[in-house]
């Protein structure tokens, strides 16, 4: 459960996130910046084995360890990305993450990471955010979807899409350590985002950028929704029909 106001600093904090194949770097590392700064805490990354992995755009990443290494986590932080397809599927994984989420004071998703929650039954009751081409898809695991870049349900923190990782974690910062401490992060972070152009969301981006995205994601997104219809109906979730 998320605790009742700041813990003291001079409480340890284990933080882990998962690192996967496929994953998207900045789902991990924009909040690894956040969590690296938090006083007395650990953060440490976690294969499904302790092998390097490539994330979508070819950046090569190292884990700490192995899931089966993990401690009780503290933090259980979920990146998404292209490879997220595939763990929707994985049931060792599905019941570490349930194991680690029964036991920890936040469960933090990032982008398609919700996913990967939703698929581990995570999502049942509880408001949620994830993608914003895949939002729609959030139901069929039992959420209520929000749009919007951050989303604090009980002990779940969900965050849109890739960026919006880094807001997320100073909502998670601020719960664990207090608002003063993710204040100081941010600014020594200088986290002051001032876009140049007003597309960063589909509500105000260009038709032709969201076709564009939409288009260049459309196959990725069918196979998130067949296997998302497949979890629902493993969940027990009630699956609208097609069309």
Known sequence: MIPEGRIPDDQPLEIGSLLFEGLDQIDLTGPFEVFARLPNTTTRLYGLTDAPVTDVGGLRLTPDGSVLDAPQLDVLHIPGGGGQEALMRDEALLHWIRRQAE???ILFSVCTGALICGAAGLLKG???TTYWTVQHLLP???????DARVVVDGNLVCAGGVTSGIDGALRVAAILRGDEAAKTIQLAMQYAPDP????GSPDTAPEAAVSAVR??????TARREQTARDVARRLGVSVPTDG
Do not use: S
Not at 215 to 220: E, F, K, M, P, V
């Open 196 to 199: 140049p152009f007003d597309a």
């Open 103 to 105: 036991g920890a004071k």
């Open 215 to 220: 288009n260049a994601t459309a196959g990725l």
């Open 126 to 128: 509880r408001k949620a």
């Open 140 to 146: 069929l695991f039992g959420a209520t979807p929000v």
